[in-house]
């Protein structure tokens, strides 16, 4: 099911300058029993895209109405939002009256083998660069060129994601998650200054370890700190957390931070459901 500003359709407006521009944001949600997961965080996070990319605030009443309204009754599903600086003419100036637009659309849930993350998964490094960019850096605009390019560098099915580095050789993220290394107990994380998407499950982790008393740092990683870690996980909304067991040739064990963690997230999870 699909709703276009508040309304089922199926069409957009070929001038809206989401689609000609790829001028605006996306959250993508788990929806559990019938109830879409850390909605209020998600709707956070697209109310500060918006004003960082200039684009009026969207009413978040309104969008907590309509994503409950598509929810409702889903065992299980995922959720995308999207919002757009609306219709405009030819041309990167944007409109002077600016009329979002909004778009909300249900999906079904990705079939993920329960193995994923119960024993961990393969993952490959991408040749592919991410742009530093600050002014983008952690939004989640609907750019996603460098991810499409990334994704396509591989078709093998048993690795299941690759890791992306910006121009300089530091570890970013995965094509579709955030990383987390542990060295010797302490948890790192790729700092996002420069580019890649602040998960809204990445800020729930890191939440989680300070209130475990658990060692953080947020900090630039080159990719001998991923050959080096203990141990490796990746998360997003809607995979929540997978161990990492193989980065190219490279084997890791799950640890008990990652299991902690996972464990945590999942117990939290279940209480928002």
Request: proline fraction near 5%; charge should be neutral; hydrophobic fraction near 40%.
């Given at each position: 099911?699909?709703?276009?500003?508040?309304?089922?359709?199926?069409?957009?407006?070929?001038a809206?300058?989401?689609?000609?521009?790829?001028?605006?944001?996306?959250?993508?949600?788990?929806?559990?029993?019938?109830?879409?997961?850390?909605?209020?965080?998600?709707?956070q996070?697209?109310?500060?895209?918006?004003?960082?990319?200039?684009i009026?605030?969207?009413?978040?009443?309104?969008?907590?109405?309509?994503?409950?309204?598509?929810?409702a009754?889903?065992?299980?599903?995922?959720?995308?939002?999207?919002i757009?600086?609306?219709s405009?003419?030819?041309?990167?100036?944007?409109?002077?009256?600016?009329?979002?637009?909004?778009?909300l659309?249900?999906?079904?849930?990705?079939?993920?083998?329960?193995?994923?993350?119960?024993?961990?998964?393969?993952?490959?490094?991408?040749?592919?660069?991410?742009?530093?960019?600050?002014?983008?850096?952690?939004?989640?605009?609907l750019?996603?060129?460098?991810?499409?390019?990334?994704?396509?560098?591989?078709?093998?099915?048993?690795?299941?994601?690759?890791?992306?580095?910006?121009?300089?050789d530091?570890?970013?993220?995965?094509?579709m998650?955030n990383?987390?290394?542990?060295?010797?107990?302490?948890?790192?994380?790729?700092?996002?200054?420069?580019?890649?998407?602040?998960?809204?499950v990445?800020?729930?982790?890191?939440?989680?370890?300070?209130?475990?008393?658990?060692?953080?740092?947020?900090?630039?990683?080159?990719?001998?700190?991923?050959?080096?870690?203990?141990?490796?996980?990746i998360?997003?909304?809607?995979?929540?957390?997978?161990?990492?067991v193989?980065?190219?040739?490279?084997?890791?064990?799950?640890?008990?931070?990652?299991?902690?963690?996972?464990?945590?997230?999942n117990a939290?999870?279940?209480?928002?459901?």
């Amino acid at each position: 099911m699909i709703l276009l500003n508040g309304e089922p359709s199926s069409t957009i407006d070929v001038a809206d300058r989401g689609f000609q521009y790829g001028d605006g944001l996306f959250e993508t949600l788990e929806v559990l029993n019938g109830k879409p997961l850390f909605l209020d965080r998600h709707l956070q996070r697209l109310a500060d895209g918006c004003r960082r990319l200039l684009i009026p605030p969207p009413d978040l009443m309104q969008l907590t109405a309509e994503a409950i309204q598509l929810s409702a009754g889903e065992q299980r599903a995922v959720l995308k939002m999207i919002i757009t600086r609306g219709s405009g003419g030819r041309g990167y100036r944007q409109p002077p009256q600016i009329s979002p637009t909004r778009l909300l659309s249900l999906h079904s849930y990705p079939v993920y083998p329960l193995d994923y993350a119960l024993h961990g998964i393969r993952v490959r490094l991408c040749q592919s660069r991410l742009a530093s960019h600050s002014p983008l850096a952690g939004i989640k605009h609907l750019n996603r060129l460098e991810q499409i390019l990334a994704r396509a560098e591989w078709q093998d099915e048993t690795i299941q994601e690759g890791l992306m580095l910006d121009s300089q050789d530091q570890l970013i993220e995965g094509t579709m998650s955030n990383l987390f290394l542990v060295k010797d107990g302490t948890l790192y994380t790729p700092e996002l200054t420069g580019c890649g998407v602040a998960g809204i499950v990445r800020a729930i982790v890191m939440e989680l370890a300070q209130q475990q008393h658990i060692a953080l740092f947020v900090q630039a990683l080159d990719k001998t700190a991923a050959w080096q870690a203990d141990e490796i996980f990746i998360s997003n909304s809607v995979i929540g957390i997978w161990p990492v067991v193989q980065l190219e040739q490279v084997h890791f064990n799950i640890g008990p931070q990652t299991r902690r963690l996972q464990a945590l997230f999942n117990a939290m999870r279940s209480r928002a459901a």
